[in-house]
């Protein structure tokens, strides 16, 4: 994605123009940990489904939505108060050290909990397979904990090219687990472990990473100022990881609900539809990463025109940009699905995908901009804005899914997805004072 920038939007180029240069390598790099989360996804699916079978498929689905939410918890927000602040001043040890030891307090505690609760939760799910799966995500959710504040780091110094290789890494290296794991011939309901393996070394890549980042430390008398920056990252993160909990929530109710009336085969019918609309999904999330350093530092300058006028540009962009390609995958699809599962098992799938791809298309140019109240410094109202979407997307899925099975859950996420628009505006414009 390029904005052309006119003479008078000059200071619009990623980060005072410094960041310009390696623009195309951010997009080439980001955009290719897309591809690589797509074939991850799709090959994590087939051979589950090949050697396997939909039960183990819909075990392991639900499972990831238990570990993407408990990862979520587990970094206790801090990430967000990194990105809302370090864009200030980009290689402030002062700022990210504040954030380790709350960060990895956080982590610790919700990895366990999540390992005391996985009988519970599998009990509740009517699947004792689902508890097996859960264990063996436990030191995974610590790793993804931590590993989210840690690429906060890399999100907020912006660059982009160093965030877009190691979100290539993090699928690299889950899919060379994936081949590791199937080729010991583990069982179904054990193959979560590949999350817990693939974090854990992207961990130790990340901590390298920040140790170097520290070593070019800036002298500021913003991040000199006398904060407790962990205390300060605590209470930002507090107020903010309800929004990301419901985020997170909200991308994975659809498939804990449909789990509640339907049985394990048919949440795996739908679950590929439904990793179908999230790789496309990642596509949009790659606009968001982009925009939170920029966001954020004209936010922070007071360049509210300025702002507004940038992301009028990025949405027109961002629209076009997801009904061609969106259009495109919805009429590959049948073909894609057939080639790739030939039994004719996953055929189902194709509406509930279709309607997601509807819903996502929409919303898209306002989904590019959704963290934005976060990284302008307006946690809670970034924490209502998400809750509220989260409630009407459980409340249409209660609505829908006991009709309409998983057309029901595709129709009801789509409208989450569309109420994105009119929401955004209203907390922008009367409450943010930006017009976005």
């Known amino acids: 994605m390029q904005v052309k920038i006119r003479p008078a939007d000059r200071h619009l180029t990623l980060v005072e123009t410094k960041a310009a240069p390696s623009a195309s390598g951010s997009l080439i790099w980001n955009y290719l940990s897309v591809a690589l989360l797509g074939v991850t996804g799709l090959l994590l699916n087939y051979l589950v489904a090949l050697l396997y079978d939909a039960s183990a498929l819909g075990v392991l689905n639900q499972a990831l939505a238990v570990f993407v939410f408990a990862g979520q918890l587990a970094s206790a927000g801090i990430g967000h108060s990194l990105l809302a602040h370090l864009p200030k001043d980009p290689h402030s040890s002062v700022i990210v050290k504040g954030a380790l030891l709350p960060a990895f307090l956080s982590a610790v505690t919700v990895s366990t909990l999540t390992f005391l609760l996985a009988g519970w939760i599998g009990g509740a799910l009517s699947s004792p397979s689902v508890t097996t799966a859960i264990?063996?995500?436990?030191?995974?959710?610590?790793?993804?904990?931590?590993?989210?504040?840690?690429?906060?780091?890399?999100?907020?110094?912006?660059?982009?090219?160093?965030?877009?290789?190691?979100?290539?890494?993090?699928?690299?290296?889950?899919?060379?687990?994936?081949?590791?794991?199937?080729?010991?011939?583990?069982?179904?309901?054990?193959?979560?472990?590949?999350?817990?393996?693939?974090?854990?070394?992207?961990?130790?890549?990340?901590?390298?990473?920040?140790?170097?980042?520290?070593?070019?430390?800036?002298?500021?008398?913003?991040?000199?100022?006398?904060?407790?920056?962990?205390?300060?990252?605590?209470?930002?993160?507090?107020?903010?990881?309800?929004?990301?909990?419901?985020?997170?929530?909200?991308?994975?109710?659809?498939?804990?609900?449909?789990?509640?009336?339907?049985?394990?085969?048919?949440?795996?019918?739908?679950?590929?539809?439904?990793?179908?609309a999230e790789g496309f999904l990642q596509m949009i999330v790659v606009v968001q990463n982009l925009n939170h350093p920029i966001v954020s530092r004209?936010?922070?300058?007071?360049?509210?025109?300025?702002?507004?006028?940038?992301?009028?540009?990025?949405?027109?962009?961002?629209?076009?940009?997801?009904?061609?390609?969106?259009?495109?995958?919805?009429?590959?699809?049948?073909?894609?699905?057939?080639?790739?599962?030939?039994?004719?098992?996953?055929?189902?799938?194709?509406?509930?995908?279709?309607?997601?791809?509807?819903?996502?298309?929409?919303?898209?140019?306002?989904?590019?901009?959704?963290?934005?109240?976060?990284?302008?410094?307006?946690?809670?109202?970034?924490?209502?804005?998400?809750?509220?979407?989260?409630?009407?997307?459980?409340?249409?899925?209660?609505?829908?899914?006991?009709t309409y099975g998983m057309e029901g859950s595709a129709m009801a996420t789509a409208l989450a997805f569309v109420t994105t628009i009119p929401l955004q505006h209203f907390l922008f414009r009367h409450f943010a004072r930006i017009k976005l």
């Open 135 to 276: 264990y063996y995500l436990v030191p995974g959710i610590f790793f993804f904990g931590m590993n989210k504040v840690l690429l906060s780091v890399v999100n907020a110094q912006n660059r982009m090219v160093h965030f877009g290789m190691y979100s290539v890494a993090r699928y690299g290296l889950l899919l060379v687990a994936l081949i590791a794991v199937i080729s010991q011939h583990f069982p179904g309901n054990t193959l979560t472990v590949i999350f817990s393996l693939s974090e854990g070394v992207l961990f130790l890549v990340l901590s390298a990473d920040t140790f170097v980042s520290l070593r070019r430390r800036t002298a500021s008398a913003f991040s000199d100022m006398p904060h407790d920056w962990r205390l300060r990252h605590l209470v930002f993160g507090l107020k903010s990881v309800v929004s990301g909990l419901a985020l997170e929530a909200n991308s994975r109710v659809d498939i804990l609900i449909l789990g509640l009336f339907l049985d394990d085969g048919a949440v795996g019918v739908y679950s590929v539809a439904a990793l179908m």
């Open 298 to 402: 004209l936010h922070a300058k007071g360049r509210r025109k300025e702002l507004e006028t940038y992301a009028w540009k990025v949405k027109r962009l961002t629209w076009v940009g997801a009904l061609a390609i969106g259009s495109l995958a919805v009429v590959a699809y049948p073909s894609l699905i057939e080639l790739i599962f030939p039994s004719g098992a996953y055929g189902a799938s194709f509406w509930p995908f279709a309607l997601l791809m509807a819903g996502i298309v929409v919303a898209s140019g306002a989904l590019g901009f959704q963290h934005s109240l976060l990284v302008t410094g307006f946690p809670l109202l970034h924490s209502t804005y998400i809750c509220g979407l989260l409630i009407l997307n459980v409340v249409f899925n209660y609505a829908l899914v006991p």
